[in-house]
């Protein structure tokens, strides 16, 4: 299995930025992708996921409204648009996959990960 994330970059407060997670060797039809967001001395912490089979999403509270998750079959594929930018989106942002959607809020629902993207948004 592997993950690859990209798309990380600099950009203004109120900006966007579309990060990309790339899977491969993965059992698609019962896989759940999620992202996550780390700082430095901070818990890694619940973004956003999506089932690939349905195309069920889930967010956390901080950045519903402003992200979306989706899928890209073809591609075999995650995005992630990220939409008016705070400062304190600030982190390096993970994707994972797993096959269970229970506790998908948590860091060990998953069994892969992704290199992790940094995104840096300035005030």
């Known amino acids: 299995v592997q993950l690859q994330a990209s798309g990380g970059g600099l950009v203004q407060a109120g900006g966007s930025l579309r990060l990309s997670c790339a899977a491969s060797?993965?059992?698609?039809?019962?896989?759940?992708m999620g992202w996550f967001r780390q700082v430095p001395g901070k818990e890694r912490e619940f973004v956003a996921r999506i089932r690939w089979s349905g195309g069920v999403t889930n967010y956390a509270d901080s950045v519903k409204g402003r992200f979306t998750v989706s899928r890209e079959n073809a591609k075999n594929t995650v995005y992630l648009q990220m939409n008016s930018l705070k400062p304190e989106d600030t982190a390096v942002y993970y994707c994972?996959?797993?096959?269970?959607?229970?506790?998908?809020?948590?860091?060990?629902?998953?069994?892969?990960w992704g290199q992790g993207t940094l995104v840096t948004v300035s005030s």
């Open positions: 994972a996959a797993g096959d269970s959607g229970l506790n998908y809020y948590t860091p060990v629902a998953y069994d892969y």
């Open positions: 060797g993965l059992a698609f039809s019962r896989v759940v």
